[in-house]
T-cell receptor
């Protein structure tokens, strides 16, 4: 069974500061992918970053980086130099990669508010 | 442009009604998912399908059923709607084996009165 845990229901961060959103996961799969999505108040799901379980390097996409610690089963999202437009809900998700076991599971989310 | 389309954006239904939520994707994806999203609970998986006529229960299947007769269409059915099924329903699709892109619909806001 897959499980994603996001322990921060809400965070307030000063503009231009870096922020880390926590995500831990549990799975018995050998091969899996980890995702972070942003959901602004409009409701659309915006893909931010992806990390495969066998990727040796931490994924980076512009201001976003994923701090992947496989032994600790954590996949924290780091946003550098936060902006007001970063205020949104953030979801961590995991997907199995084996055929027939491609369940996609989300965490409960973290609401990030950037303060001017 | 790739697309996942949910048939209804906003619905209001009465308790006991049968409700159909339709999701269509135009990318020939094998995998399709239905979630409901509630404040503080995140996205919870109701059902998913990895092929035509194949379905798997997610974490909260009770009170729901699904149908996938064609590859592009995945329907969520509420046999007898109840007020506790008032929620936002989100459809997603993706393609194995290593696709790291998941496409989401715009969501369907269902209110059961």
């Amino acid at each position: 069974a897959q499980k994603i845990t996001q322990t921060q229901p809400g965070m307030f961060v000063q503009e231009k500061e870096a922020v880390t959103l926590d995500c831990t996961y549990d799975t018995s799969d050998q091969s899996y992918g980890l995702f972070w999505y942003k959901q602004p108040s409009s409701g659309e799901m915006i893909f931010l970053i992806y990390q495969g379980s066998y990727d040796e390097q931490n994924a980076t996409e512009g201001r976003y980086s994923l701090n992947f610690q496989k032994a600790r089963k954590s996949a924290n999202l780091v946003i550098s130099a936060s902006q007001l437009g970063d205020s949104a809900m953030y979801f961590c998700a995991m997907r199995g990669m084996d055929f027939g076991n491609e369940k996609l599971t989300f965490g409960t989310g973290t609401r990030l508010t950037i303060i001017p | 442009d790739v697309k996942v389309t949910q048939s209804s954006r906003y619905l209001v239904k009465r308790t006991g009604e049968k409700v159909f939520l339709e999701c269509v994707q135009d990318m020939d994806h094998e995998n399709m998912f239905w979630y409901r999203q509630d404040p503080g609970l995140g996205l919870r998986l109701i059902y998913f399908s990895y092929d035509v006529k194949m379905k798997e229960k997610g974490d909260i299947p009770e009170g729901y059923s699904v149908s996938r007769e064609k590859k592009e269409r995945f329907s969520l059915i509420l046999e007898s709607a109840s007020t506790n099924q008032t929620s936002m329903y989100l459809c997603a699709s993706t393609s194995p084996p290593s696709g790291n892109t998941i496409y989401f619909g715009e969501g369907s806001w269902l209110t059961v009165v």
